[in-house]
């Protein structure tokens, strides 16, 4: 079974400042998607940035890249200049391709604080 | 188009009552997802159905819990005689047919709370 390990249970930054969230993953499969999710005080669930495994290019959307590094099974996401609506919960995830398997393992969640 | 829809978004149930959530997804969608967060916790994947069929039910606890998607109306996720460790967010999630489509869109979640 896969799982994902998140090992910030919480991060702080300046407003403004760069931060990177850390992620790693284990699965015995060649292709998948990761996801980084975004929980604000409201608890909607919202997608930041995904990753197709087959893709050796790195993700990015706008302030929020990440760097996939497959042999290491890593999946880290960084939020460059930072912003006080960036304060939220961030779940890394994993997706298997395999019909019927397409659920979503989540990591443990890093709780971001921004500082202004 | 309108988003994932669950309701209720709070739910208050005494020990041993029963607790029924509703989940309508997007339209269009025929693929649901049930997840459970306790609270300080991540997103446990519970059940995965498509319409009349459950397709993976590896995360539901085996007594209590049940879950169905009719060919009309919403998915229920229905929990039997509810205890305190029952007290969680429950969250669905939908995603198209196609196979290729990778995104699993999120409803705002039910809070359910057993006293």
């Known amino acids: 079974a896969q799982t994902v390990t998140q090992s910030q249970p919480e991060m702080s930054v300046q407003e403004a400042e760069t931060v990177t969230l850390s992620c790693t993953y284990d699965?015995?499969?060649?292709?998948?998607?990761l996801f980084w999710y975004k929980q604000p005080p409201s608890r909607q669930m919202i997608l930041v940035i995904r990753?197709?495994?087959?893709?050796?290019q790195n993700a990015t959307e706008n302030r929020f890249s990440v760097n996939f590094q497959k042999a290491a099974k890593s999946f880290s996401l960084k939020i460059s200049d930072s912003q006080l609506g960036d304060a939220a919960m961030y779940f890394c995830?994993?997706?298997?391709?395999?019909?019927?398997?397409?659920?979503?393992?989540f990591g443990q969640g890093t709780r971001l604080t921004i500082n202004p | 188009n309108a988003g994932v829809m669950q309701n209720p978004r709070h739910l208050v149930r005494r020990r041993g009552q029963e607790a029924r959530l509703r989940c309508s997804p997007m339209?269009?969608?025929?693929?649901v997802y049930w997840y459970r967060q306790l609270p300080e916790e991540g997103l446990k994947f519970m059940v995965y159905?498509?319409?009349?069929?459950?397709?993976?039910e590896s995360g539901m606890p085996k007594e209590r819990f049940s879950a169905e998607f009719p060919k009309e109306g919403p998915s229920i996720l229905r929990i039997q005689q509810v205890v305190r460790g029952d007290s969680a967010a429950y969250f669905c999630?939908?995603?198209?047919?196609?196979?290729?489509?990778?995104?699993?869109?999120f409803g705002p979640g039910t809070r359910l709370t057993v006293t």
């Open positions: 999630a939908s995603s198209p047919t196609r196979m290729s489509s990778y995104e699993q869109y």
């Open positions: 699965t015995s499969e060649s292709d998948y998607y």
């Open positions: 990753q197709e495994a087959y893709k050796q």
């Open positions: 995830a994993y997706r298997s391709l395999i019909q019927g398997a397409q659920k979503l393992v």
């Open positions: 339209k269009g969608h025929s693929h």
């Open positions: 159905l498509q319409k009349e069929n459950i397709i993976d």
